[in-house]
C-alpha cells in the first residue's frame, strides 16, 4: 500500500511564524498535493506539483508557499502563520494526473 | 457556484437500510469520479472509482448520469461501521474537486 506520511499530527504556533508541514510519500508517485479542510467548506487545493521543482497554485494559495526538492517530499510553507490557517491540512499524492489520490494521516494546525 | 454540491444531511438510519446519497456537478467537461470516504478526525481514504454503466463493490454501489450530472452512492444493509462522511470527487481537466460530504450515521 502507497503510505502518505506528514511529519506532524498536531501543531500549535503563533501569529507570524514560519511554518513547515512536510509530507512524504513512498511509491514513486508523480503527483503531490496540499488541500486544507475546515467545517462546511471541505477540502481546498493550496498547491500542487506533477514533477519535482514544479510547482502550481490551488484555489487559495495566497500565504502560502511549497518546495519539492525531491520526487517523494512536497513541503507546505506558511511565510507568516495566522489565525485564519489555523485548519486541518491534508497532503495527497497519485500514481498519474487522474488518478485516484492517496491522503495523509493529516496535521491540525492551530495558530494562537 | 461550487462545481460540486452535495447534501450535507446528516443521515440517521437503522442498520440494515438502504440509503442513497447524491452529488450533482456544474461541469460538463467532468473526466472521472470518485466517492471517498472519511473517518472522524481521519482523512479521507478511496471507496471507489464511478464509471459510466455504473459499478458495484459488495454492499456499495455506484451510479453515474451524465446527461442529469449528478453521480449517486447506494449502501445496502447498512453496517454500524459504515458510519462515516462520504465525500463525492470529481475530476474536472485533471484537477480533483470535493464535495463539502455527507454525513451517515447508522444506529442500532
Known amino acids: 500500500d502507497v503510505k502518505v506520511t506528514q511529519s506532524s499530527r498536531y501543531l500549535v504556533k503563533r501569529t507570524g511564524e514560519k511554518v513547515f508541514l512536510e509530507c512524504v510519500q513512498d511509491?514513486?508517485?508523480?503527483?503531490m498535493f496540499w488541500y486544507r479542510q475546515d467545517p462546511g467548506l471541505g477540502l481546498r487545493l493550496i498547491y500542487f506539483?506533477?514533477?519535482?521543482?514544479?510547482?502550481e497554485k490551488g484555489d487559495i494559495p495566497e500565504g502560502y508557499s511549497v518546495s519539492r526538492e525531491k520526487k517523494e517530499r512536497f513541503s507546505l510553507i506558511l511565510e507568516s502563520a495566522s489565525t485564519n490557517q489555523t485548519s486541518m491540512y491534508l497532503c495527497?499524492?497519485?500514481?498519474?494526473?487522474?488518478?485516484?489520490?492517496?491522503f495523509g494521516s493529516g496535521t491540525r494546525l492551530t495558530v494562537v | 457556484r461550487k462545481e460540486v454540491e452535495q447534501d450535507p444531511g446528516p443521515f440517521n438510519v437503522p442498520e440494515g437500510a438502504t440509503v442513497a446519497f447524491n452529488c450533482t456537478y456544474s461541469n460538463s467537461a467532468s473526466q472521472s469520479f470518485f466517492w471517498y470516504r472519511q473517518d472522524c478526525r481521519k482523512e479521507p481514504k478511496l471507496l471507489m472509482s464511478?464509471?459510466?454503466s455504473g459499478n458495484e463493490d459488495g454492499r456499495f454501489t455506484a451510479q453515474l448520469n451524465r446527461a442529469s450530472q449528478y453521480i449517486s452512492l447506494l449502501i445496502r444493509d447498512s453496517k454500524l461501521s459504515d458510519s462515516a462522511t462520504y465525500l463525492c470527487v470529481v475530476n474536472i481537466r485533471n484537477q480533483f474537486y470535493f464535495g463539502t460530504g455527507t454525513s451517515l450515521t447508522v444506529i442500532p
Open positions: 511509491m514513486d508517485h508523480e503527483n
Open positions: 464511478v464509471y459510466s
Open positions: 495527497a499524492s497519485s500514481l498519474l494526473t487522474g488518478y485516484g489520490y492517496t
Open positions: 506539483s506533477y514533477d519535482v521543482k514544479m510547482k
